[in-house]
């Protein structure tokens, strides 16, 4: 079922980000700095990969470090990136990251570029920063791009995906992203990146988080606005480099409707699993590389294939 992938997914085959990941700070145009981590390969025939977290996360999330082991298996140098404020970048960050921030994977990705000029560049998209990365790719071609992407449960409209979080058993998730806000905001109060505190409820819904704090710290109207602006869907015909976009079909807050009604470029190509949640993708059987999560392998294959 979609919840039991969705939650049994973040805990089966758990890794940590290992102690010889180099860190580094990469300057935003706007002041603020956020953290990568380098796992370096001695191969230069491969592409570099890029992995980006979603909303709540970091580069210890489960599926990071994860996914990062294999691809270095594979030869792979990974760039693990944490958006602004997150991970071993909290405190280094006055605003706030966001579904829309595009601009901020741009500069990791120049970061690499300019670190690493000779490879191709494949960027990977987990939830949040999927989005972010479709957007980059789709419509905002003055942002250095990526040379190829990959989205995992992408939501490609954020206002039906914070409609569905508000919904069901999903509030449960919806509960664990406010009160991981709710820290976020604690935090930055303590150490005088905000004067005062934002009145969040442990009980808000993630629309009355954007309203209060996501979208006037972002630059944002209101709630409507920021979902307007940052949702991906309308510029999927945009994209003009290869793109595979994976998603399952019970997810339980990303809508897969909005992927068979979407019209993208013959660049991209949609992968509708028929079960996985979200961010689960375990399978009852050891897969080739002799893990339980289809994912871990479909997206080794989805780097050869763009790369």
Not at 56 to 69: I, L, Q, V, W
Not at 187 to 216: C, N, Q
Request: hydrophobic share 40%; proline share 6%.
């Amino acid at each position: 079922g979609p919840h039991t992938q969705t939650i049994l997914g973040r805990y089966w085959g758990r890794h940590r980000v290992l102690p010889s990941d180099s860190k580094h700070e990469v300057l935003l145009p706007d002041g603020d700095r956020l953290v990568v981590l380098l796992r370096q390969n001695s191969r230069d025939d491969l592409p570099v990969v890029y992995l980006f977290h979603g909303l709540g996360g970091s580069t210890d999330s489960d599926y990071m470090p994860r996914t990062a082991t294999q691809l270095a298996r594979a030869g792979h140098t990974v760039v693990m990136g944490n958006h602004r404020g997150c991970g071993p970048g909290a405190g280094l960050a006055l605003r706030p990251y966001h579904s829309g921030r595009a601009d901020d994977l741009s500069q990791v990705i120049a970061w690499g570029r300019a670190r690493f000029p000779l490879q191709r560049h494949i960027a990977i998209g987990f939830s949040l920063s999927g989005n972010a990365l479709l957007l980059l790719i789709g419509g905002r071609p003055e942002f250095p791009q990526p040379d190829a992407v990959i989205t995992v449960n992408a939501p490609l409209d954020l206002a039906r995906s914070a409609d569905l979080l508000d919904s069901g058993l999903s509030k449960l998730y919806q509960w664990r992203f406010v009160l991981d806000v709710r820290a976020d905001v604690e935090r930055r109060v303590r150490t005088g990146l905000m004067k005062s505190a934002i009145p969040i409820s442990a009980f808000d819904t993630l629309k009355a988080v954007d309203d209060l704090f996501t979208a006037p710290l972002s630059g944002f109207l209101d709630r409507h606005d920021y979902y307007a602006r940052s949702s991906s869907g309308p510029h999927l015909g945009n994209i003009k480099i290869p793109t595979l976009a994976i998603t399952a079909a019970d997810d339980p807050f990303v809508d897969v409707q909005t992927y068979r009604s979407a019209r993208p470029s013959a660049f991209v190509q949609l992968h509708i699993e028929r079960h996985g949640g979200h961010m689960g993708f375990l399978s009852d059987q050891l897969n080739e590389i002799g893990t339980r999560h289809w994912l871990d392998l479909a997206l080794l294959r989805g780097v050869a294939l763009v790369g």
